[in-house]
């Protein structure tokens, strides 16, 4: 993808802070961090989203995630990805933070808004789900 940024920084057109390459993977700092370590870990193969990845370019994400968490010295951390616009995914490359939450004022931030759900209709989307698995 000639547009994308990050396809740009795997072939070295852009600079990064590169933190390990492999021949699937690619993890850098990132430029914008919401915390000190806050790092991308990305699949070298581009699709927008994470059902377009082949499952063999995803096998080195979380270990090398992993890796960074252990390099970083966080022992609070969120590991994210975003899939879709109103996901807030920013960037059309499939994409994981590795992000440090060093205390309240630092590191990813969010609500969480739980639903009330009707336990019947909870087994219904878990026998509809289950059965595409």
């Known amino acids: 993808m000639a547009a994308c940024i990050f396809c740009k920084i795997i072939k070295g057109d852009i600079p990064s802070f590169k933190l390990f390459e492999s021949d ?21 193969f581009h699709g927008q989203k994470l059902t377009e990845i082949p499952d063999d370019q995803l096998a080195e994400i979380l270990p090398v995630v992993k890796k960074l968490v252990t390099a970083t ?21 499939v994409h994981f933070h ?36």
């Open 98 to 133: 590795m992000i440090p939450k060093p205390n309240e004022q630092e590191g990813l931030s969010m609500t969480w808004q739980q639903q009330k759900i009707d336990m019947d209709k909870l087994k219904l989307l878990f026998e509809d789900i289950k059965s595409k698995m």
């Open 24 to 44: 699937k993977v690619l993890a850098f700092l990132d430029i914008q961090p919401l915390s000190r370590g806050h790092a991308l870990v990305i699949p070298k």
């Open 73 to 93: 010295g966080a022992t609070e951390y969120n590991v994210l990805q975003n899939n879709g616009r109103i996901a807030h995914q920013e960037v059309d490359h």
